[in-house]
């Protein structure tokens, strides 16, 4: 089955500085990346998503890039900012297929003011 | 429009206690998945419904698990007879037909067995 790794599980950044979270995956069937924050107490909430159509997405200061060769994908987020802390999860999902997300560990990131 | 709701949001038992925890979808919503979230970890699958089918069981941990949805509603997560390591976020999401992929979580319910 899927197996998806995220890296690096702690990062902590100056505001202002840019974050990068990286994840690899091993079906290379899947087809569809999330990305979500999780913030203390509440339940993740979608931030960003790509389907495997396409290489990169933006909006605003987040963006993902899908490499499929390669099986990985990263969430870019720039001009960090303390609101930007939280804990964030990647999770590749099979269309057609299993039909679950597999998440990632996580990667706590800690935006320092 | 509302998101995904989850009760109680904080649930305190005794071990060998029955619990039963709530997750009411987005409205339209054909399917629904439960995880567990132990502290400080990732998203661990339990079960997932799509409407009218068979459940998908393939996450549940012990016989001691069980969920139930009745159509395209509200759906009951019960674990019998709770254990300490029991302890943990349980979160439901929920997702339509046309892209289920796209899943919407609740806020959770934090379960602690003492």
């Known amino acids: 089955g899927e197996n998806v790794e995220q890296h690096p599980s702690t990062l902590s950044v100056q505001e202002g500085d840019s974050a990068v979270i990286k994840c690899t995956y091993s079906?290379?069937?899947?087809?569809?990346f999330p990305w979500y924050k999780q913030e203390l107490g509440k339940g993740p909430q979608l931030i960003i998503d790509?389907?495997?159509?396409?290489g990169e997405k933006k909006d605003q200061r987040i963006a993902v890039t899908l490499n499929k060769t390669a099986k990985h994908f990263s969430l870019h987020i720039t001009e960090t900012q303390p609101e930007d802390s939280a804990v964030y999860f990647c999770?590749?999902?099979?269309?057609?297929?299993?039909?679950?997300?597999?998440f990632g560990k996580g990667t706590k990131l800690t935006v320092n003011p | 429009g509302a998101g995904v709701s989850q009760s109680p949001s904080n649930k305190v038992t005794e071990k060998g206690k029955d619990v039963e925890l709530r997750c009411d979808p987005i409205?339209?919503?054909?399917?629904l998945y439960w995880y567990r979230q132990r502290l400080g970890q990732g998203l661990e699958f339990l079960i997932y419904?799509?409407?009218?089918?068979?459940?998908?069981k393939s996450g549940l941990p012990s016989d001691r698990f069980s969920a139930e949805r009745t159509g395209e509603s509200v759906s009951t997560l019960t674990i019998q007879r709770t254990q300490q390591e029991d302890s943990a976020v349980y979160l439901c999401?929920?997702?339509?037909?046309?892209?289920?992929?796209?899943?919407?979580f609740g806020p959770g319910t934090r379960l602690l067995v003492l």
């Open positions: 999401a929920s997702s339509s037909r046309e892209y289920q992929e796209t899943q919407y």
């Open positions: 079906d290379s069937a899947s087809n569809y």
């Open positions: 790509i389907r495997s159509n396409v």
């Open positions: 999770a590749a999902y099979l269309r057609g297929g299993s039909e679950k997300l597999v």
């Open positions: 409205s339209g919503h054909t399917a």
């Open positions: 419904f799509q409407g009218n089918s068979a459940p998908d």
